[in-house]
């Protein structure tokens, strides 16, 4: 398993650990590869802001042994194009499944790159329909496996970390668990936490110099601002469960985990205009817009738990982590007998 980084917070790192433990449910092993992070080889080469790529001797003896070798985003988004070239180069002619979280086309500042890679030996997968037809529109077969989940997560601590954070338990606190990126739409969730008289909690770091516009923003807030987990035994589950709504007012996610996360640990989501949004919310989650001023106030003032069971149910149904290696196993085997357009999209 190959990517720029593993092991962290990032959404490509949360779904590549997934699949490890579904390849692991499938008998097997499974080797780690990346840039930066908690890894069974590190390659820094590969890393996003490397200034070289690893060799392809470095390479080769990284992935030496394996039956398949899984890209995670290092050939779709093009963050390091000279190290996408070198994992293309060692993959050829050898059975791969490249995991498309992002493609070059869906970042303004890259969308005039050519689309990822491709070889007969090859498997396509990306995390939502839309790339998959944007795929099929440059001539790659694709097959749709979505971002799965744990529909009966570890409960949180709500207390305890309410008071971590310093937030009395009649305050309402509105979680924002994701990095600070300009498409991110951190101001949008800040004009709404204001609207309805909440605190608003930024969970994750400000990237890609996003620094400067994020203190500018906090600076003309006008409601109390919390920026990251100030206390270091504070847990994702934590988070969810301190929160009283979820926010993920984003123009653009590839999926956008909090949509579904937020079902699984029973709180109320605030969903932006991001475009999978509407092809996740088709399989029938009720959230809100960013709108919906009066009625998100209303939830928060008396929560709607037919609505949260039922946003659980949904997650349950169409996105359980239960499902993922049999899933996965079906594109597992079409890769190993050498047929890997031979996969049927979706679940």
């Not at 605190?199 to 409601?223: M, Q």
Request: with cysteine; proline share 9%.
């Amino acid at each position: 398993m190959v990517s720029f980084r593993l092991g962290g917070s990032d959404g490509v790192s949360i779904e590549a650990a997934k699949w490890a433990g579904a390849f692991g449910t499938l008998g097997w092993d499974v080797r780690t590869i990346a840039g930066d992070g908690p890894v069974d080889v590190l390659l820094p080469g590969l890393a996003m802001e490397a200034e070289e790529p690893p060799t392809r001797g470095e390479l080769g003896d990284a992935l030496s042994g394996a039956d398949i070798v899984v890209v995670e985003n290092l050939c779709s988004l093009p963050l390091n194009p000279r190290a996408g070239d070198v994992v293309a180069s060692a993959c050829a002619g050898r059975p791969a499944i490249l995991h498309h979280h992002d493609l070059p086309w869906q970042r303004p500042h890259l969308a005039h790159l050519p689309p990822p890679p491709r070889d007969p030996l090859w498997a396509h997968v990306t995390i939502n329909e839309r790339s998959r037809a944007e795929l099929a529109r440059h001539g790659i077969t694709a097959t749709t496996i979505y971002n799965s989940f744990d529909p009966d997560p570890p409960p949180g601590d709500r207390d305890r970390t309410r008071r971590s954070l310093g937030i009395a338990s009649e305050v309402r606190l509105l979680l924002q668990p994701t990095r600070a990126l300009a498409r991110k739409n951190v101001a949008a969730a800040l004009e709404l936490s204001q609207a309805v008289g909440g605190h608003f909690w930024l969970l994750g770091p400000a990237e890609d110099g996003y620094g400067p516009e994020l203190d500018r923003l906090v600076a003309r807030a006008g409601c109390p601002v919390l920026l990251g987990a100030d206390h270091p035994a504070v847990r994702i589950a934590d988070a969810y469960a301190a929160c009283d709504a979820v926010l993920l007012p984003s123009t653009w996610e590839g999926f956008g985990n909090p949509s579904v996360e937020s079902a699984t640990h029973m709180r109320p989501l605030v969903v932006g205009p991001y475009p999978v949004a509407n092809e996740l919310a088709a399989f029938g989650f009720r959230w809100f817009g960013l709108d919906d001023i009066g009625p998100l106030a209303r939830c928060l003032a008396e929560p709607d738990l037919e609505l949260l069971r039922h946003n659980r149910a949904v997650a349950r149904r169409h996105f359980n982590l239960a499902d993922l290696p049999d899933v996965l196993g079906r594109v597992v085997d079409d890769v190993v007998s050498g047929r890997p357009e031979g996969v049927v999209t979706g679940r």
